[in-house]
C-alpha cells in the first residue's frame, strides 16, 4: 500500500508543487491522475519512487518510509517499482531484447561494458516479459525499427522483468496515436489485472482515464480536487 501523510513539495524556485496531500491506495489498483499541466500529477508520482524529494510529510509504501532510505536502499527500493515515461527512455540503436535485458544491470554504464554478459535465467525471463506485452518476434530487432505503440511495449517489458508491485507511468501514451494509445492501455489493464501489480499514471486524456482506470485522481494547482471511482465520474473533473 502506498500511503501520503500531509504531503507538501516546494522547489527550490518556491513553487509548491504539492500540498496537503493526503491519500491511500491500495495494492493492485489501478488510478490515474488527472490533472491540468503544471497541476503536479508530475511531481505525485515522481515523489512515489523518490525521483523527487518531498518537503514535507511522509510517503509510506508497504510499511518503508520511503523519505528515511539512503543510498543502496532506495536502489533495492526502486527495484521494486516500474517506471514508464512518455519517451519510452530505450536505448534506440540496439535491439528489443538488450533494453529488457538491461533491467537487471544496476547501471547503464556497467550496461555498456558487460554486452552481451547475462545468465540464461535472465534471458528467459527477458523473453517472457515480451511476450507478456505481445512483442516476443521482435527480440532481435533494433529499437529504432519499431512504431510508437512497440516501443512503449518494450518499455513496459523492461519494467514487468524486473517484476515490480507498483508500476508509475508518466504520461504513457502522451505520444502516441488513439489507436496505438489504447492498444497500449489494453496492456497496461491486462499487466494490472493479471499480475496484480498496482498501476499509477497520470494521463491528461481524461476519456482514456475513465475508460481504462477504477480510480481517478483528479490534481489542481498541487492538490488533490477529486478522488473516487471511475465509473461515478459523472461530469469533467
Ligand atoms: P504536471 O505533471 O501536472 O504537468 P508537474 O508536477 O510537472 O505538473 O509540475 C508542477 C509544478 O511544479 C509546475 O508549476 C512546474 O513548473 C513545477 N516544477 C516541476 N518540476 C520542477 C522543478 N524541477 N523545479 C522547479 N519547478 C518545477
Ligand atoms: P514532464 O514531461 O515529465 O512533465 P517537464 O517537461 O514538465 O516534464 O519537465 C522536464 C524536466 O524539467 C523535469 O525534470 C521537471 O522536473 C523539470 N521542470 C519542470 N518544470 C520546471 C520548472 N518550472 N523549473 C525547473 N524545472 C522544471
Known amino acids: 500500500m502506498i500511503e501520503f501523510i500531509d504531503v507538501e513539495k516546494t522547489y527550490a524556485n518556491n513553487v509548491k508543487a504539492l500540498q496537503n496531500i493526503n491519500i491511500k491506495i491500495d495494492k493492485g489498483e489501478f488510478v490515474a491522475v488527472i490533472g491540468l499541466s503544471g497541476a503536479g500529477k508530475s511531481t505525485f508520482i515522481r515523489c512515489i519512487n523518490r525521483m523527487h524529494d518531498i518537503t514535507q510529510g511522509e510517503i509510506i509504501v508497504d510499511g518503508i518510509q520511503v523519505g528515511a532510505l539512503k543510498g543502496e536502499q532506495i536502489r533495492t527500493y526502486r527495484k521494486r517499482i516500474g517506471m514508464i515515461f512518455q ?7 540496439t535491439t528489443v531484447l538488450k533494453n529488457v535485458l538491461v533491467s537487471f544491470v544496476p547501471e547503464l554504464s556497467l550496461w555498456r561494458k558487460v554486452t552481451g554478459l547475462f545468465t540464461k535465467e535472465q534471458k528467459i525471463k527477458a523473453l517472457t516479459a515480451l511476450d507478456q506485452v505481445g512483442i516476443l518476434d521482435k527480440a ?20 514487468l522483468a524486473q517484476n515490480p508491485d507498483i508500476i508509475l ?19 497496461f489493464r491486462r499487466i494490472n489485472q493479471d499480475m496484480n501489480i498496482s498501476l499509477i499514471m497520470n494521463i491528461h486524456h481524461v476519456e482514456m482515464a475513465l475508460e481504462y482506470a477504477e ?3 483528479g490534481v489542481r ?11 461515478e465520474v459523472t461530469e469533467e473533473v
Open 140 to 159: 532481435y530487432v533494433r529499437v529504432d525499427q519499431l512504431s510508437g505503440g512497440q516501443q512503449q511495449r518494450v518499455a513496459l517489458a523492461r519494467t
Open 221 to 231: 494547482e498541487g492538490q488533490i480536487v477529486y478522488d473516487g471511482k471511475a465509473s
Open 87 to 93: 519517451s519510452f527512455n530505450l536505448v534506440t540503436r
Open 169 to 187: 507511468a508518466d504520461e504513457p501514451i502522451a505520444s502516441l496515436d488513439p489507436v496505438t494509445s489504447k492498444q497500449v492501455m489494453d496492456d
Open 215 to 217: 480510480r481517478i485522481i
